[in-house]
């Protein structure tokens, strides 16, 4: 078996700082995802009242002896931030159709339009709206509607695939736009309640809640080979509809955009998944400045490392580290000397490739595994940026300097 059929069995992630994600057009549920990793506007007028500090005072004091305080804090969070969620409804040449779950529209031809739906937030007062890019893709025509049922047209301001993030933008009186809080997604952790607020199945301005089940998710795009890193896991129920509509703390504030749920069934099974709002942060003034955001690249796929191949490659046991599993050819990693694995094993009949650099560590940040590259690439590097990879190479560690590129165009 050729290395390149080999390479395709295995699970591997296209770094090149890559992850994406899909959601919801009336929202895709995307099939099984694989791990492999500032101020929002210059000009923003924020002027969502938080939660009252009297509000969450009464839920902490009266959550034992009141059994409705929760319920009272939930109707807290759906009172306050439901005016800054859309429905968004989007209208699409049938040729362009790339996601299920499309309703026909009534006032055109079955053979010529279809119609989906999707959720998003107000960003601002200029009338800049956040949903996810499968929403909105190749779309022909935007309809957006407000909590008290008012209607405009939209357009796409930009978008980018990679990250599974779009902005809209409304002309209406700034009167009528109340913008979100966002929160700070990398405080974020593990049990703390989540809520969110969507349009599941048509069924406009929807409450669900649960918890925040992980973080750290580093997951497949639909939309392009790369991936988002830093994923927030949640039980909260997200259905196709969902996509582009926050994912709340208990003050109201936005931690994540509801993209994609985990399901055999395509509806939800409690793993949903949200970009966090600090790739939010990073990415979207450079949509609503230029329309797409440019990332660093490195150029090659890799994988974590399995005891298969911790053995296989006569390891220490305890190694971490992400496997170069292919260096693209007129890359950054090729020109700085990456090697990636060109040997093939076999286990219990199963074969895979070994015997490629293993990274560890990126500008002296220690690398765990495959996800752990992707998010420091994303997060903290730009175009042309030199970084120094620590690599292991037959069981000795080396140093080597990479000049990074713009990432390809998918």
């Known amino acids: 078996m050729n290395n390149h059929r080999l390479l395709i069995r295995i699970k591997t992630v296209f770094l090149v700082v890559g992850i994406t994600l899909t959601g919801c057009f009336i929202e895709q549920v995307p099939s099984t995802p694989q791990e492999q990793a500032t101020e929002i506007l210059p000009k ?46 989007v209208s699409k040449q049938m040729s362009q159709l790339t996601r299920p779950f499309e309703i026909p529209l009534p006032d055109a031809p079955d053979e010529f339009f279809r119609r989906g739906e999707g959720s998003g937030f107000v960003l601002d007062k200029y009338g800049h709206i956040v949903t996810n890019y499968h929403v909105v893709q190749n779309s022909e025509r935007l309809e957006v509607t407000f909590f008290d049922g008012i209607t405009a ?124 709002v600090n790739i939010v942060k990073q990415i979207v003034p450079s949509l609503i400045e230029m329309g797409h955001y440019s990332y660093p690249w490195l ?29 693209l050819d007129d890359s950054p990693a090729a020109r700085a000397g990456l090697r990636g694995s060109k040997e093939i094993a076999e286990v219990s009949g199963q074969e895979f490739a070994t015997g490629g650099d293993i990274i560890v560590a990126i500008e002296n940040t220690s690398v765990q595994r495959m996800g752990d590259l992707i998010a420091y690439l994303v997060k903290r590097t730009r175009p042309e940026d030199k970084i120094t990879l620590t690599v292991l190479r037959d069981n000795e560690e080396i140093l080597l300097p990479v000049t990074l590129s713009p990432r390809p165009e998918s």
């Open 44 to 89: 923003q007028q924020s002027v969502t009242p938080n939660l009252s500090s009297e509000t969450r005072s009464a839920h902490d004091n009266n959550t034992k002896t009141n059994p409705d305080a929760e319920g009272i804090l939930l109707n807290s969070i759906f009172t306050t931030v439901a005016p800054s969620v859309v429905h968004i409804k």
């Open 299 to 327: 150029g090659i796929s890799g994988n974590n490392l399995s005891l298969d191949i911790i053995e296989a490659m006569e390891l220490n046991p305890l190694q971490r580290g992400a496997l170069v599993m292919e260096v």
């Open 153 to 276: 047209r939209a357009e796409v301001i930009g978008g980018d695939p990679d990250s599974d993030l779009a902005v809209i933008q409304v002309t209406v009186n700034s009167s009528m736009l109340q913008p979100v809080i966002l929160g700070d997604s990398d405080q974020v952790f593990i049990g703390q309640r989540a809520v969110a607020i969507g349009n599941p199945f048509g069924q406009t301005w929807t409450l669900t809640t649960g918890i925040v089940s992980a973080i750290g998710r580093t997951l497949r795009s639909g939309n392009s080979p790369y991936s988002i890193p830093e994923m927030i896991q949640t039980d909260a129920a997200i259905n196709p509809g969902n996509s582009g509509g926050p994912l709340l703390d208990t003050e109201g504030k936005v931690v994540g955009v509801n993209t994609m749920i985990l399901s055999q069934s395509r509806s939800s099974a409690g793993v949903g998944f949200a970009v966090p």
